[in-house]
């Protein structure tokens, strides 16, 4: 029987689903989590063959003695994952000391972690990409903003979504930031006017995807973080095929094997230095599942089963799981205290038949998801519209 160390296997919640088709396809699934046993849902508890508590699961130690536990009392560690942005680089270090064949090493988190980094790997996917500097100092940014105009946009060179990520349009801004930025490395790119598309797949250990969608974000992800607008997605009824193609040339630039992929990229929305309107245009990628309940809107917009795909994969390297019938599945989180014209049972009321999820939003996720969230299915792109203006209007 193979062992999988799980990570995390309780954050986000509905990560049990994949433990679960683990066990199903007969791997030993041990977690490693900083909550009680006692506080683990009953469906996560019934997936794992055990759970090991530490105390802190930032706290590197811990963790390496709990995969050491693990290994002495059940032999090589076949897998180990947390199909989450934040372990990532904790993730590939733990294989390389274990030597945990499967998944990224230490050697590769450079060119999937930093955003600098990415940029040679999509130009040898042919695919365009922001002109940047690293924000080392004021007059390395002066000398750039020069050259591309402002607004510019900066970000942690190794980030995780939009946190800490600014819109500069002014010298003044440019001052306040280096005056207040964290002690991290950053990244400044030219301003893209852009919608973001993304490429989300499970692929095989030959790098050939075995299931393919996407999503469509409205506005933009650093405005619903740093100012507390609505979030708005959709997962599209079928992969837009530029974006697909797109997001096929970067899992062969970047060598993918074997996980599921959150590739993001920008649509232009009018023609610009880099390209134009409509274009596809790099913005980063992410080789973990789009967050929070994105896996459960994949499965209704799709008509499937994502997490019993991507367990398949890891037993099988295929999955004899298919697709049924295809719709828009469309988010909206909404912000406590924010005047929608709209209440929250009117919305009940008026989509009684389409609702799938309608309950709050985790504290650790409501920066980018909002407080309340609802999601639907609908069957055309007229339906999403409609839904976005009847769920954000706001009185005047």
Known sequence: MKNFIFISPNFPENYWHFCRHLRDNGFNVLGIGDCEYFNLLPELKASLTEYYKVSDLSNYDEVFRAVAFFSFRYGKIDWL???????????AHLRTEFNIATGFKDGDMKKVKLKSQMKPFY???GIK???????????ACKK???????????????????????????????????????????????????????????????????????????????DVVNTGDSSMFYIVDQPFEDVREAGRRTLRAFGVRSRFVHFEFFRLNRDQHIGKKGEIVALEVNMRPSGGISPEMMNYANST???KIWADMVAFDCSSKGTGE??????????????????????YSRYAGSIKIARRVAKALSGAMGDRMFVVNVKTKEEVDEFYRFTTECRQ
Not at 81 to 91: A, F, G
Not at 175 to 193: G, H, S
């Open 81 to 91: 994952e947390s199909n989450n942005e934040y372990w990532l680089e904790r993730d």
């Open 326 to 347: 295809r719709f828009y599945c469309a988010f909206v989180g909404r912000r406590d205290g924010k005047p929608y014209v709209h209440s929250d049972d009117e919305i």
């Open 129 to 139: 990409a922001a002109r940047y500097c690293l924000a080392d100092s004021p007059r």
């Open 123 to 125: 130009a040898e996917a």
């Open 144 to 222: 750039f903003i020069d050259e591309v105009g402002y607004p510019v946009i900066v970000k942690p060179d190794n980030g995780v979504g939009a946190n800490d990520t600014h819109r500069l349009c002014s010298d003044d801004d440019l001052i306040q930031f280096f005056a207040t930025k964290l002690p991290v490395r950053y990244i400044m790119e030219e301003y893209i006017d852009a919608t973001v598309n993304s490429y989300d797949a499970i692929v095989n250990s030959k790098g050939e995807p075995i299931f393919e969608t996407g999503n469509v974000t409205l506005g933009s992800l650093m």
């Open 305 to 307: 089963d994502v997490y």
